[in-house]
């Protein structure tokens, strides 16, 4: 049976005296207590659901860690997945804010990691918290490898390929990766020195305030793939968030070495353009992976 209801949330966490504390909400039309998490809206996607949900409840902004074990339950004879991610406040705030209707969440509590799983109304959401309660997996780094969007055809382009830009629809995937990508800790951005790749960051990095460095070992054809692996190796190496953007074959090569150096099977096909691969990494060991096309 396929889902037909989808959803996203997350369960937010803070360092506490004795431990995380995470962050249940009391909803009084269901008399409940649970984690952060709603529908999906017509479209959107499940890290931009997952950051609104998680606000609108909360009143506090996530920021999104590796991917959590769904939950799968039946809603009115239809059967619902909600998608979750360790998240951490952006912010010190901790009480309900301004943006939380109070008919749908009246409360919200910080709760010891060890009494999480008395205080949760639904046997459900047992697993998700399992699934978080794995302690070296809850602070992680994420390496992002983005294709760049969609470009103008050559056809169409009669000057330096590297110099092609985006069409239309790249443009738009690259307003909505700004979005996505601001779901992750902000870190380093870096590109190939294509036009193409260096615009599928640019909304993204002028929103985060973040410098992209535009590097010609990423760039087919302008340096030997030693040079690339050994950056690769200094970013990873580095310990920090990372976004890096390539053309389909490089970037393809790089997800291949990555995966070989945190010792895991390559975990996608080749990457489509505008898409993007995620590794949430702990201490330079591979914990989690998401595609996102």
Not at 182 to 188: L, Q, V
Request: glycine fraction near 8%; charge should be negative; proline fraction near 8%.
């Amino acid at each position: 049976m396929q889902p037909e209801i989808f959803a996203a949330g997350a369960v937010l966490w803070r360092p506490g005296e004795d431990g995380p504390e995470l962050a249940l909400i009391h909803r009084p039309k269901y008399g409940d207590w649970t984690f952060p998490k709603g529908k999906l809206k017509r479209g959107e996607h499940l890290l931009a659901a997952a950051q609104r949900e998680v606000f609108e409840e909360t009143g506090i902004r996530p920021v999104l860690g590796r991917p959590l074990a769904p939950s799968f339950y039946d809603k009115e004879g239809k059967l619902k997945r909600v998608d979750y991610w360790c998240a951490t406040p952006a912010s010190d705030d901790d009480a309900v804010g301004e943006a939380v209707d109070p008919r749908e969440v009246d409360d919200l509590e910080w709760v010891p990691l060890a009494d999480v799983s008395d205080r949760l109304t639904y046997e459900r959401d047992q697993p998700v918290l399992e699934d978080f309660s794995r302690e070296e997996a809850r602070e992680t780094v994420p390496l992002v490898f983005i294709r760049h969007a969609v470009a103008m055809s050559k056809a169409d382009w009669f000057d330096q390929d590297e110099l092609r830009p985006l069409n239309q629809r790249g443009r738009e995937r690259a307003q909505q990766l700004e979005v996505l990508l601001a779901a992750y800790p902000t870190g380093r951005a870096f590109s190939a020195t294509s036009a193409r790749c260096l615009e599928t960051l640019l909304p993204y990095c002028a929103a985060e305030g973040v410098a992209v460095a535009g590097l010609p070992e990423f760039t087919p054809g302008t340096a030997k793939p030693a040079d690339a692996t050994a950056r690769l190796d200094a970013i990873i190496a580095s310990g920090e968030p990372a976004v890096i953007c390539g053309h389909g074959e490089g970037i393809d090569e790089l997800v291949a070495y990555a995966s070989g150096k945190l010792g895991t099977p390559v975990p996608a096909g080749p990457l489509e353009k505008g898409s993007f691969l995620v590794f949430h990494t702990f201490e330079g060991r591979l914990v989690a992976t998401e595609l996102h096309d």
